[in-house]
């Protein structure tokens, strides 16, 4: 294994909260994090994804995190010692690790390095949610599952119909939203105040475009401003340099 002393440590979670949790996805595999982010939004889990551990560690270090799901078999520095270097920083955040080996003694190192859980792939949806269900009670944590799921997301005079995919604006009339568009604005709307780097909404472009890319989150986020009347004096879709877009408008759920 290769040892992990450059990596950045990550400060340890706050308390306990209530509300919809947030899983880190880390898996260099750009369709197994869409694949699981998929799962994890249906169910209503806040996420964000990290493509390498050297992500993952900056993640922890500036944002609060309720559990990892953590690829094992990754190029440059392995899941086994990114687990390794969470517990020897004291970082109690739950870890399940993910591997295309099920085998016992791959499960027991794992488990000896500080994962809380080990599922090997393939598996199911499921089985999957079971496990994160599990592990976010043991550590006291509300699923989203049980709370209420809300019908609508509304911010200033606009209102997101969550059942039916639709963006309502002041004057009650429809907003004609992409699909694409669609998703990166509730990609926005799910985590207001907070700075979504460009590699979390390209996964959602990749639900909806073949060839999706940096420029074509730049795109989308263009037009959404555009659909949402933004000028210079309201700048509610904010670019944030070298990283990503964050949402600046407070969001109500109902």
Same mark, same amino acid.
């Given at each position: 294994?290769? @040892?992990?002393?450059n990596i950045p440590g990550a400060a340890a979670p706050a308390l306990p909260r209530a509300g919809p949790a947030t899983i880190l996805i880390v898996d260099d595999d750009a369709g197994m994090r869409a694949a699981l982010l998929k799962v994890l939004r249906k169910?209503?889990?806040?996420?964000?994804?990290?493509?390498?551990?050297?992500?993952?560690?900056?993640?922890?270090?500036?944002?609060?995190?309720?559990?990892?799901?953590?690829?094992?078999?990754?190029?440059?520095?392995?899941?086994?010692?990114?687990?390794?270097?969470?517990?020897?920083?004291?970082?109690?955040?739950?870890?399940?690790?993910?591997?295309?080996?099920?085998?016992?003694?791959?499960?027991?190192?794992?488990?000896?390095?500080?994962?809380?859980?080990?599922?090997?792939?393939?598996?199911?949806?499921?089985?999957?949610?079971?496990?994160?269900?599990?592990?976010? $009670?043991?550590?006291?944590?509300?699923?989203? @599952?049980?709370?209420?799921?809300?019908?609508?997301?509304?911010?200033?005079?606009?209102?997101?119909?969550?059942?039916?995919?639709?963006?309502?604006?002041?004057?009650?009339?429809?907003?004609?939203?992409?699909?694409?568009?669609?998703?990166?604005?509730?990609?926005?709307?799910?985590?207001?105040? $907070?700075?979504?780097?460009?590699?979390?909404?390209?996964?959602?472009?990749?639900?909806?475009?073949?060839?999706?890319?940096?420029?074509?989150?730049?795109?989308?986020?263009?037009?959404?401003?555009?659909?949402?009347?933004?000028?210079?004096? $309201?700048?509610?879709?904010?670019?944030?340099?070298?990283?990503?877009?964050?949402?600046?408008?407070?969001?109500?759920? $109902?």
């Amino acid at each position: 294994m290769q @040892q992990t002393s450059n990596i950045p440590g990550a400060a340890a979670p706050a308390l306990p909260r209530a509300g919809p949790a947030t899983i880190l996805i880390v898996d260099d595999d750009a369709g197994m994090r869409a694949a699981l982010l998929k799962v994890l939004r249906k169910n209503g889990f806040h996420y964000l994804v990290a493509a390498d551990g050297y992500e993952m560690m900056t993640i922890l270090a500036g944002q609060r995190v309720d559990l990892v799901l953590l690829d094992v078999m990754m190029p440059g520095i392995s899941g086994f010692d990114l687990c390794r270097t969470l517990r020897q920083e004291q970082n109690p955040v739950p870890v399940i690790m993910i591997s295309a080996r099920g085998d016992e003694s791959d499960k027991a190192t794992g488990l000896e390095l500080g994962a809380d859980d080990y599922i090997a792939k393939p598996f199911g949806d499921r089985e999957l949610l079971a496990r994160v269900r599990a592990l976010l $009670r043991r550590g006291h944590m509300a699923p989203a @599952q049980s709370a209420r799921r809300p019908r609508a997301l509304c911010f200033g005079d606009w209102t997101v119909d969550l059942p039916q995919r639709q963006l309502f604006a002041p004057s009650g009339a429809r907003v004609e939203l992409s699909g694409a568009e669609y998703d990166l604005l509730i990609a926005l709307l799910e985590h207001p105040q $907070r700075v979504i780097d460009r590699e979390s909404l390209l996964e959602m472009s990749r639900s909806r475009l073949g060839n999706a890319s940096d420029r074509t989150v730049d795109v989308l986020v263009c037009r959404l401003r555009r659909k949402l009347g933004q000028d210079e004096r $309201r700048e509610i879709i904010r670019t944030v340099r070298g990283v990503g877009y964050i949402f600046t408008g407070d969001v109500e759920t $109902r």
